[in-house]
């Protein structure tokens, strides 16, 4: 059973350029978390989504940063004009309710964004 | 707002020896979850244990236990015979049982080192 899949592991852009970010949770999951990592900080939760729905956004920047959960497909975290503060480790995690009450959520390996 | 507090940036234990890891959070909710969570230099993030606020005993998998005060709000690690592929950053993390968002509120993490 693969577990969260994320890609690319990394990527580089110059200010300005668009970012995708995508995530395939693991198989049988519908709900997706996507987390960033600022340099020697913890994690901090941007947006939470569930197949074609947005459950909560209270983490995500106001501006430039976009998620979307198709029907079909992966999750895509998208950045537009980024700016070297969107530099950092960006997490996805994913998972399926009332399996279990801890609800836990199983994380992929991470994008590593780099602006120049 | 739940936060969550990790008040040891870095902490080192000798090998086969025991290490402590403080753990404290905010929250006025009575029912919630709390987790340990390992982030080896690959950076994959990886639970380690998690506790159900209304369960007082305490919760251990294998050489890793908690020592969970609800009243302090305190919810502490412990690795005994430590090994050196202990060595990772450890973040704690809340999650409210109630609400539609299942997000993680993670501390800033602590840093271990296991010296051979």
């Known amino acids: 059973n693969a577990g969260v899949m994320q890609n690319p592991r990394h990527l580089v852009r110059r200010r300005g350029q668009e970012a995708r970010l995508r995530c395939s949770p693991m198989?049988?999951?519908?709900?997706v978390y996507w987390y960033r990592q600022l340099p020697e900080e913890g994690l901090k939760f941007m947006v939470y989504l569930q197949k074609e729905n947005i459950i909560d956004e209270s983490g995500m920047p106001k501006e430039r940063f976009s998620a979307e959960f198709p029907k079909e497909g992966p999750s895509i975290l998208r950045i537009q004009q980024v700016v070297r503060g969107d530099s950092a480790a960006y997490f996805c995690?994913?998972?399926?309710?009332?399996?279990?009450?801890?609800?836990?959520?199983?994380f992929g390996p991470g994008t590593r964004l780099t602006v120049l | 707002a739940q936060t969550v507090t990790q008040s040891q940036p870095e902490m080192s234990v000798q090998e086969a020896e025991t290490v402590t890891l403080s753990c404290t959070y905010d929250t006025s909710e009575s029912d919630y979850y709390l987790f340990w969570y390992k982030q080896p230099p690959s950076r994959q993030m990886i639970l380690v244990i998690r506790?159900?606020?209304?369960?007082?005993q305490n919760a251990t998998e294998n050489r890793f236990s908690v020592n969970f005060q609800k009243a302090a709000k305190s919810f502490s690690l412990k690795i005994s015979d430590s090994q050196l592929g202990d060595a990772a950053m450890y973040f704690c993390a809340y999650r409210s049982a109630s609400g539609a968002t299942n997000k993680l509120i993670f501390g800033t993490g602590t840093l271990l080192a296991v010296q051979p």
């Open positions: 506790q159900e606020a209304y369960k007082q």
């Open positions: 198989k049988g999951h519908s709900h």
């Open positions: 995690a994913s998972n399926d309710i009332g399996v279990s009450s801890y609800n836990e959520q199983f």
